[in-house]
């Protein structure tokens, strides 16, 4: 599976981006899907995740209820709307596939991650 990410830049405060994560080489339906962020000098963290038929979804408390995260098995694409963002958002946003089909929050369950794109949050 292939990943590729986009949908990021910069943005003020209080502003909204959405995300897309589109997969190529093999389908995602059965796949858990979640998002990840890097800020700079600090480690890869969560920030949402999606069962593999979208019923499930799971947040870190720092972005519950701002953010969003969807899926689209039919266009091989995980979106992550972003709403309300705060400086503290900046970030290279990644997403990530997980083929057990189980949401999880842990990094090394993901077996395939995307290359990122770069949120800026301007206050």
């Known amino acids: 599976v292939q990943l590729q990410a986009s949908g990021g830049g910069l943005v003020q405060a209080g502003g909204s981006l959405r995300l897309s994560c589109v997969a190529s080489?093999?389908?995602?339906?059965?796949?858990?899907m979640g998002w990840f962020r890097q800020a700079p000098g600090k480690e890869r963290e969560f920030v949402a995740a999606i069962s593999w038929s979208g019923g499930t979804t799971d947040y870190a408390d720092s972005v519950k209820g701002r953010f969003t995260i969807s899926r689209d098995n039919a266009q091989r694409t995980v979106y992550l709307r972003m709403n309300i963002l705060k400086p503290e958002d900046t970030a290279v946003y990644y997403c990530?596939?997980?083929?057990?089909?189980?949401?999880?929050?842990?990094?090394?369950?993901?077996?395939?991650w995307g290359q990122g794109t770069l949120v800026t949050v301007s206050s």
């Open positions: 080489g093999r389908t995602i339906s059965t796949y858990a």
């Open positions: 990530a596939a997980e083929g057990a089909g189980l949401i999880t929050r842990t990094l090394d369950s993901y077996d395939f």
